[in-house]
Every structure is written in structure tokens, then in C-alpha cells.
């Protein structure tokens, strides 16, 4: 299992900064959304993951303020997911990011605790005012 870190070292950032971990299975998907938020002076990306499990290994680790997660992770379901990070972190808010808005993955997991969501095809933006 390959899990991805960023450049930033999430103990030893600035309290004022919003701590995100970036989590979708297309690697293009990964670097677009963490190269957009990184342009923000409040936010850190502390870690990327690809799957539901990467997830939950790198929430727990780096405690992030909030989770950007594209309903079509691989491995567990972005339900599961949800709810087990906001069950570990309950603080935590999760933004999802989908394609459709018909997705019955995107239902469940707004069921499962998550924040809010947004279309992939909406601007970048629209994401960074979400968090």
C-alpha cells in the first residue's frame, strides 16, 4: 500500500493554517485538487490517500481539520469512510466531490456525516470558499 505525503510535515505547521487531507483514486484527481489548495495561504495539505483504507490511516495520523474526498475512491465505500473518520475524529468536516449529483455513493455519504459537496466541474474557486 502506497500512501502519499506532502511537503508539508503536518506537526510542525502553524495553528492558524486549515490542516486538509486529500483523498481520490485518480492520481491526476490527487495532485489537481492538492496543487489548488496549496496556492492558499490558510490551507495545508498534510497527506494524500487513494483509498477508503489510505484514509483512515492518514486521518488518525495527521488529524486533519477537514477531508476533501471524491466519492469514487477505491477499496471502502466513501460512506464507510465518512462515517469511520468523523467516528475517530468527530471535529473533522468532509467535503465530497463528485460527478454527478445523482450518485448514490454522494447520498450516502452526505447521509454518513459528510459537509457539503461539489461538482467536479465547478471551479476551484467554489472549493476553496467551502473550506
Not at 466519492?71 to 467516528?87: E, F, N, S, Y
Not at 460527478?99 to 447520498?107: H, N
Request: charged share 20%; with cysteine; hydrophobic share 45%.
Amino acid at each position: 500500500m502506497q500512501m502519499e505525503r506532502t511537503s508539508h510535515q503536518s506537526e510542525n505547521l502553524p495553528v492558524s493554517l486549515r490542516r486538509i487531507l486529500v483523498v481520490a483514486a485518480h492520481y491526476g484527481v490527487r495532485r489537481g485538487i492538492s496543487a489548488l489548495l496549496q496556492q492558499q495561504a490558510h490551507l495545508a495539505v498534510v497527506a494524500e490517500a487513494r483509498t477508503g483504507e489510505e484514509a483512515l490511516q492518514l486521518a488518525a495520523a495527521h488529524r486533519p481539520d477537514t477531508v476533501v474526498m471524491d466519492v469514487a475512491i477505491q477499496g471502502m465505500a466513501c460512506a464507510d469512510t465518512c462515517q469511520r473518520i468523523l467516528h475517530q475524529l468527530p471535529g473533522t468536516r468532509i467535503i465530497l466531490v463528485t460527478s454527478y449529483l445523482e450518485d448514490e455513493r454522494l447520498s450516502a455519504a452526505l447521509r454518513a456525516g459528510a459537509v457539503g459537496s461539489m461538482l467536479r466541474r465547478i471551479g476551484g474557486n467554489d472549493l476553496v470558499a467551502m473550506l
